[in-house]
């Protein structure tokens, strides 16, 4: 098995090589990871749809992504899947509730897994001021979106002024300087507002997945091309639960480890098999509640992890 994964990871360098892409992108295996959470559709509202050109004429063919893939059973409104993606539980939380209602003690979520192995991370959340830490929804920000802010250990339990949640959490305003300057954190998370994540229908186009589809035309390109990304670099696009049901939603995954070229498989996956391959990707443990159970994304990526 070690030497099959090893013939393939040189096969892998040689096509880099061959194509150009620079050394550091020659070797290794993911190294930065962004994850982009859109809102509230089914995969088959999104996969052909008129209104997502760029997610269907130019992310599909060039991507990996899962046809059967699912937020957890019966697990709904939003911030019960943020949770689960971020500690493979929602802590029997059924609503959308701010950290004043929700908070949890719990150091066993995955970027404080990551904070202990001195693996960097960040959220992007769009429409914050990056001044304070934000526990409160204001404007097109929701805090039912960043499940960061409901741990304790991030927002020194719901204090406004905390350095370790305001040095963590940042406005989207920063994340294109961040890019072009290579300073970005291992593991990334990114929530576009209410407008661009496919959850309300705003001006200018009152077409939430034709908005969300155009965010995504905006801001992923700054990603690929990017040295982190170039170097190891995994974005995962994914939905946070379905319009109906539990699904199938969406899952796309970009890099140069990915098999790419619009491969697709029908596996079972959920939020935990994200949450597992993320643990995977950084090699932290123990496997947070669900990710223990779930089929990690593995068959998407030709080298993983």
């Known amino acids: 098995m070690k030497l099959a994964r090893t013939l393939v990871k040189l096969a892998l360098c040689w096509t880099m090589i061959s194509a150009g892409l620079p050394a550091a992108a020659q070797s290794g295996n993911v190294k930065t990871v962004w994850i982009i959470l859109m809102e509230n559709h089914n995969w ?38 943020y949770l689960w993606l971020e500690a493979g539980t929602n802590f ?3 609503d959308d509730n701010p950290p004043s209602s929700h908070h949890f003690s719990t150091t066993q979520h995955l970027v ?20 304070t830490c934000p526990l409160t929804s204001s404007g097109e920000y929701a805090v039912k979106h960043n ?28 994340f294109a300087s961040d890019l072009a300057n290579n300073n970005v954190a291992a593991y990334n998370f990114i929530t576009p507002n209410l407008c661009d994540d496919m959850h309300d229908s705003c001006r200018p186009t009152r077409n939430a997945i034709k908005q969300g589809d155009t965010w995504l035309s905006q801001n992923i390109p700054l990603i690929l091309n990017s040295a982190a990304y170039k170097a190891g670099g995994a974005i995962f696009i994914t939905w946070d639960e379905a319009a109906s049901g539990d699904g199938p939603i969406g899952m796309i995954v970009l890099s140069p480890f990915a098999k790419g070229h619009g491969y697709s498989n029908t596996i079972h996956y959920t939020h935990g098999s994200t949450l597992r391959t993320f643990e995977e990707i950084f090699g932290v443990t123990p496997l947070l509640g669900d990710a223990a159970k779930e089929t990690d994304l593995s068959d998407l990526f030709t080298v993983f992890p």
């Open 44 to 81: 088959s509202q999104i996969k052909g749809s008129s209104s997502a050109p760029y997610i269907n004429n130019t992310l599909l063919p060039m991507a990996s992504h899962a046809e059967q893939y699912f937020n957890p059973p019966s697990i709904h409104p939003s911030l019960p899947n």
């Open 92 to 94: 029997g939380v059924l």
């Open 112 to 131: 404080t897994l990551l904070q202990n192995k001195a693996i960097s991370w960040k959220t992007y959340q769009e429409n914050i001021s990056g001044t």
């Open 147 to 174: 499940p960061f802010v409901y741990f304790d250990d991030v927002t020194n339990t719901l204090n406004p002024n905390s350095a370790e949640c305001i040095n963590h959490v940042r406005p989207f305003t920063e």
